[in-house]
T-cell receptor
Framework: DTGVSQNPRHKITKRGQNVTFRCDPISEHNRLYWYRQTLGQGPEFLTY????????KSRLLSDRFSAERPKGSFSTLEIQRTEQGDSAMYLC?????????????FGDGTRLSIL | AQSVAQPEDQVNVAEGNPLTVKCTYSVSGNPYLFWYVQYPNRGLQFLLKYITGDNLVKGSYGFEAEFNKSQTSFHLKKPSALVSDSALYFC??????????????FGSGTRLSIRP
């Protein structure tokens, strides 16, 4: 168990650019979640996958955001035409799907700063 | 809609004293409740969960939490605080009656500061 891995750890970009983040979940976990966390707040749910299927998307996930998990292993989160308000920590988590009582295991996040 | 409230932004405790971090929740069905801890520039680490059964649940690093259905609370406790417990603590709830039962709602967090 090597834990959930997220890359890059930090991303600084100019407004209007596109960015892509990667998440590698714990290998036997078939559920994968994306959250956004701003300073002084708890994580806010964005979307989640069971295997390669994206089963739910939050209203927070505007048309500029897209997430994929093509082979049911790693996932990518892309933000197009970034805006100042996108500056946040983006957290990935994974879990087993046997029952809703399974805790989610989090990566260390990707901190996005928009100049 | 489900929600979680952590009424204290910060809790300050002397090392060796007991600590309590408060959490109240609101769900329409039966709740699954969780506590997570976050250290600077790190992701969240799972501490403990309440599913059903005994109202007092024990977790990692000597932490425990007490589920109180009548008060809709799930306070985090530790008998003797350590300086290394200083971190940001999040309470979270999953509402089993919600069709999107995979979604967890987090509170806004409580910063715990333990002074030597």
């Amino acid at each position: 168990d090597t834990g959930v891995s997220q890359n890059p750890r930090h991303k600084i970009t100019k407004r209007g650019q596109n960015v892509t983040f990667r998440c590698d979940p714990i290998s036997e976990h078939n559920r994968l979640y994306w959250y956004r966390q701003t300073l002084g707040q708890g994580p806010e749910f964005l979307t989640y996958f069971q295997n390669e299927a994206q089963l739910e998307k939050s209203r927070l996930l505007s048309d500029r955001f897209s997430a994929e998990r093509p082979k049911g292993s790693f996932s990518t989160l892309e933000i197009q035409r970034t805006e100042q308000g996108d500056s946040a920590m983006y957290l990935c988590a994974s879990s087993l799907s046997q029952g809703p009582n399974q805790p989610q295991h989090f990566g260390d996040g990707t901190r996005l700063s928009i100049l | 809609a489900q929600s979680v409230a952590q009424p204290e932004d910060q809790v300050n405790v002397a090392e060796g004293n007991p600590l309590t971090v408060k959490c109240t929740y609101s769900v329409s069905g039966n709740p699954y409740l969780f506590w997570y801890v976050q250290y600077p520039n790190r992701g969240l680490q799972f501490l403990l969960k309440y599913i059903t059964g005994d109202n007092l649940v024990k977790g990692s690093y000597g932490f425990e939490a007490e589920f109180n259905k009548s008060q809709t609370s799930f306070h985090l406790k530790k008998p003797s605080a350590l300086v290394s417990d200083s971190a940001l603590y999040f309470c979270a709830v999953r509402d089993l009656s919600d069709s999107s039962a995979s979604k967890i709602i987090f509170g806004s967090g409580t910063r715990l500061s333990i002074r030597p």
